[in-house]
């Protein structure tokens, strides 16, 4: 187990509404990037934080935010949800930026009716 | 920009029959190159990476993976399948001269079938 968490395991919300994903981890890490996985491609990159501050963005709107505290947790937020935004959503840790190797969570399924 | 291609969709393979999966890759520099595995309803389990040296790399549960610059390949390998392999495979690659972020791009995913 990579001893990352993500909560909630799964989630169903309406257009229009706002939705607020969590992810976890055990050990220490500076750096947490998360993943849109939708249902039969690869995961695709939302944005980095590292030491609480973005930096780094994928092709997402800024209706997609996140957050990053110094307890090793983060935030996925996500306003006025689209249809299209219903997927399965991963977070990944860095734990040794001299290793590259993020390890990912179990992710949040999130459905949007 | 960068990119990464698993042309095949499914792999089917005998149990204790060499494995191959294929991936290429499209980067501006130098690329960092991961193998990934995600089963039924999992995130993804980490299995290999190329960052520099030996281009035949070794990884957990018995996978390695060749990188080839001149064909800019980086296909995952195991010498004998066990039905237990079978699962989603997932390459992805980072372009190291694209700034800070540790940004990953996954190609569309292999499944791979080992029939016992």
């Known amino acids: 187990e990579t001893g990352v968490t993500q909560s909630p395991t799964h989630l169903i919300k309406t257009r229009g509404q706002q939705v607020t994903l969590r992810c976890s981890s055990q050990?220490?890490?500076?750096?947490v990037s998360w993943y849109q996985q939708a249902l039969g491609q690869g995961p695709q990159f939302i944005f980095q934080y590292y030491r609480e501050e973005e930096n780094g963005r994928g092709n997402f709107p800024p209706r997609f935010s996140g957050l990053q505290f110094p307890n090793y947790s983060s935030e996925l937020n996500v306003n006025a949800l689209e249809l299209d935004d219903s997927a399965l959503y991963l977070c990944?840790?860095?734990?040794?930026?001299?290793?590259?190797?993020?390890?990912f969570g179990p992710g949040t399924r999130l459905l949007v009716l | 920009a960068q990119s990464v291609a698993q042309p095949e969709d499914q792999v089917n393979v005998a149990e204790g029959n060499p494995l191959t999966v294929k991936c290429t890759y499209s980067?501006?520099?130098?690329?960092?190159l991961f193998w990934y595995v995600q089963y039924p309803n999992r995130g993804l389990q980490f299995l290999l990476k190329y960052i520099t040296g030996d281009n035949l790399v070794k990884g957990s549960y018995g996978f390695e993976a060749e990188f080839n610059k001149s064909q800019t390949s980086f296909h995952l390998k195991k010498p004998s399948a066990l039905v237990s392999d079978s699962a989603l495979y997932f390459c992805?690659?980072?372009?190291?001269?694209?700034?800070?972020?540790?940004?990953?791009?996954f190609g569309s995913g292999t499944q791979l079938t080992v029939l016992p």
């Open positions: 992805a690659v980072r372009d190291i001269s694209s700034g800070s972020a540790r940004q990953l791009t």
């Open positions: 990944a840790i860095l734990r040794d930026s001299n290793q590259e190797t993020q390890y």
């Open positions: 050990s220490g890490h500076n750096t």
């Open positions: 980067v501006s520099g130098n690329p960092y």
